[in-house]
């Protein structure tokens, strides 16, 4: 069984630019989770999508957004980016429980 | 109240011994408590998890001791080896029972390292 897939791997853009990136949910699971992991801290919560809405987002500004489409992968959108939004951002899929399964994120630079 | 206080930051361990690895957290309505693992280039993985009603869960040679009372949680690593050189988050979440989803709040890592 696939498990949860990001795209693309890497990433370069430049101040001001926006960005897309792309997460494909473990077949069956309902709900997409984004984390934003910064060098030096934590995962910190992003976004939760559960059957195609945005359940929750975490302290982040509006030009971070996203959506889930029916087949319930999902996408991340930023817009202007700024360079403390260099860092790799996960992408998390459950079905309706405790065990969040990870990709290997897509490691976006800023510069 | 959202924060949850991870330590050491890094851990050198000889192969064999036991790694700790310890958490706090604030927030009373957490429910949930996971350890991740991850590898350098991949995603954290879930180890082990436990919730407030237990005070310890063994998986092989991960344990989790927990203490409600002082809103503290500890990973415990017999045997280490080598190959459980990575790094190790805490983390919480309420609502899991409730449908609020699993919005986890991390702890900010312990890079472990076993030494030969």
């Known amino acids: 069984e696939a498990g949860v897939t990001q795209s693309p791997t890497h990433l370069i853009k430049t101040r001001g630019q926006q960005v897309t990136l792309r997460c494909s949910p473990i077949s069956g699971h309902t709900s997409v989770y984004w984390y934003q992991q910064a060098l030096g801290l934590g995962l910190q919560f992003l976004l939760w999508y559960d059957e195609g809405e945005e359940r929750n987002r975490g302290n982040f500004p509006p030009r971070f957004s996203g959506r889930q489409f029916p087949n319930y992968s999902s996408e991340l959108n930023v817009n202007a980016l700024e360079l403390e939004d260099s860092a790799l951002y996960l992408c998390?899929?459950?079905?309706?429980?405790?065990?969040?399964?990870f990709g290997s994120g897509t490691q976006l630079s800023v510069l | 109240q959202q924060q949850v206080k991870q330590s050491p930051q890094s851990l050198i361990v000889q192969k064999g011994g036991i790694s700790i690895i310890n958490c706090a957290y604030e927030?009373?309505?957490?429910?949930?408590f996971p350890w991740y693992q991850q590898f350098p280039g991949k995603g954290p993985a879930l180890l082990i998890a436990i919730r407030p009603d237990v005070s310890e869960k063994k998986e092989g040679r991960f344990t989790i001791s927990f203490n409600k009372s002082a809103k503290q949680f500890s990973l415990h690593i017999m045997d280490s080896q080598p190959g459980d050189s990575a790094t190790y988050f805490c983390?919480?979440?309420?609502?899991?029972?409730?449908?609020?989803?699993?919005?986890?709040?991390f702890g900010t890592g312990t890079q472990l390292k076993v030494e030969l």
């Open positions: 983390a919480a979440s309420r609502g899991i029972l409730t449908g609020g989803g699993n919005k986890l709040t």
């Open positions: 927030n009373t309505a957490f429910d949930y």
């Open positions: 998390a899929s459950s079905l309706q429980g405790e065990k969040l399964f």
